[in-house]
């Protein structure tokens, strides 16, 4: 099976500043990639599907990139609101596999 | 606005079962997959199982094969899970989810309900 290992596991950042996580994929999954984000207590949303399409409604500081089994998730300007942890997620075929979560901090 | 509200969870001793229940509305739900994923205390998001919008395709976590079970009643929107043989491992929140315009992946999710195996 597929394994998604993301990094760092967690990072504290300043409001304003560029935040990368990173998503590594075990085997070629194409643009199969969504990103989620879960704020502490609540369920996890969707930010990002196809590696780099935003989903409606979802603020234009979250961005996507990445092909293959590299993917990145950048925020451009960190705002307090986006405390949360953060999932990469493969969905070419099952099973579906998450990333082991990135918490951000400011 | 689709709304998934699941039910059934509870403490269960080592060995016992438990089903779980995901209750759909605002939508139609018998064209969409839908799936279990659950959430240890203080861990991250890990997939259980998937069925296909006409219940004829399913999937399941190696962790669960064999032990869990998935299916669906579209004529009254709920989706089910039958866990059997459940260990302490299994202690989860357990949130249903359901595809958006792609398969295998969840738009929509319910708050979860809490399982908890323990002696």
């Known amino acids: 099976d597929i394994r998604m290992t993301q990094s760092p596991s967690s990072l504290s950042a300043s409001a304003g500043d560029r935040v990368t996580i990173t998503c590594q994929a075990t085997?070629?999954?194409?643009?199969?990639l969504a990103w989620y984000q879960q704020k502490p207590g609540k369920v996890p949303k969707l930010l990002i599907y196809?590696?780099?399409t935003l989903q409606s409604g979802v603020p234009s500081r979250f961005s996507g990139s990445g092909s293959g089994t590299d993917f990145t998730l950048t925020i451009t300007s960190l705002q307090p609101e986006d405390v949360a942890t953060y999932y990469c997620?493969?969905?070419?075929?099952?099973?579906?596999?998450f990333g082991g979560g990135t918490k951000v901090e400011i | 606005q689709v709304q998934l509200v699941e039910s059934g969870g509870g403490v269960v001793q080592p060995g016992g079962s438990l089903r779980l229940s995901c209750a759909v509305s605002?939508?139609?739900?018998?064209?969409?997959?839908m799936h279990w994923v659950r959430q240890a205390p203080g861990k991250g998001l890990e997939w259980v199982a998937f069925?296909?919008?006409?219940?004829?395709?399913?999937h399941y976590a190696d962790s669960v094969k064999g032990r869990f079970s998935i299916s669906r009643d579209n004529s009254k929107n709920i989706m089910y899970l039958q866990m059997n043989s459940l260990t302490v491992a299994d202690t989860a929140v357990y949130f249903c989810?359901?595809?958006?315009?792609?398969?295998?992946?969840?738009?929509?999710w319910g708050q979860g309900t809490l399982v908890t195996v323990s002696s």
């Open positions: 069925i296909r919008y006409d219940g004829n395709k399913k």
């Open positions: 989810a359901k595809d958006g315009d792609f398969v295998f992946l969840p738009v929509d």
């Open positions: 196809a590696a780099s």
């Open positions: 997620q493969k969905y070419n075929l099952a099973p579906l596999t």
């Open positions: 085997q070629d999954i194409s643009s199969y």
């Open positions: 605002g939508l139609t739900h018998s064209t969409s997959g």
